[in-house]
């Protein structure tokens, strides 16, 4: 079975700084990668995925993530945080795609907090 | 482009009542839907989800139930909510290929009192 871990429960990080947000997976065959971030009261929203291709993956907002198979690592990472980058973070794993429902696998989620 | 909406956004029901929480997806055609609920601002819990009208999978046993009597139109239910019921619902919808991300609604607020 499929599992994503978020090993961060929370990262503080000043303004202008950069951030990462670290994302390991386990899966049986190959990996469908997502982010996704939250605002307080509000549904996730989408910001990259990785399925195939380049490692480097870049999203909205000026997020980007790196796929490393070796490390079975997807870490989410922005060069210059901004305050309004602060929010809830949420790294998944597609469940097996032969399966139905193209159902997704959850991380914890990490919460950002980015100091002005 | 494609919408999904959810209503309503908070709720306050005593406990015992029933419960409809109602989605719905505008923009595509034969979508998946799902149901998650979300505890303490937290990780999420996959509820149900549905591949077509009337087909309808459980992911946990629980008190709650969903139906899909139209082909975008997603229904949370409940004839007796318990106190444990109380978190964050979100209904979210994705394409049928393996590589579409699923897409969120803002989510209901539930709170048992």
């Known amino acids: 079975a499929q599992s994503v871990a978020q090993p961060e429960d929370q990262v503080n990080v000043a303004e202008g700084n950069p951030l990462t947000v670290k994302c390991t997976y386990s899966v049986s065959g190959n990996p469908y990668l997502f982010w996704y971030v939250q605002y307080p009261n509000r549904g996730l929203q989408f910001l990259l995925k990785y399925i195939t291709g380049d490692n480097l993956v870049k999203g909205s907002y000026g997020f980007e993530a790196e796929f490393n198979k070796s490390q079975t690592s997807f870490h989410l990472k922005k060069p210059s945080a901004l305050v309004s980058d602060s929010a809830l973070y949420f790294c998944a794993v597609r469940d097996d795609v032969k399966a139905a429902g193209n159902k997704l696998t959850f991380g914890g989620g990490t919460r950002v907090l980015v100091k002005p | 482009s494609q919408t999904i909406h959810q209503w309503p956004a908070t709720l306050v029901q005593p406990v015992g009542s029933p419960l409809s929480l109602e989605c719905t997806v505008e923009?595509?055609?034969?979508?998946?839907l799902y149901w998650y609920r979300q505890a303490a601002g937290r990780g999420l819990q996959l509820l149900f989800y549905?591949?077509?009208?009337?087909?309808i999978s459980s992911e946990v046993p629980q008190n709650l139930s969903a139906s899909r009597p139209q082909d975008r139109q997603f229904i949370l239910s409940s004839k007796k909510l318990l106190l444990s019921d109380s978190g964050f619902y979100l209904c979210?919808?994705?394409?049928?290929?393996?590589?579409?991300?699923?897409?969120f609604g803002d989510g209901t607020r539930l709170s048992i009192l």
């Open positions: 923009g595509t055609s034969n979508p998946n």
């Open positions: 979210a919808w994705s394409g049928t290929t393996y590589n579409q991300p699923q897409h």
């Open positions: 549905s591949v077509g009208i009337g087909q």
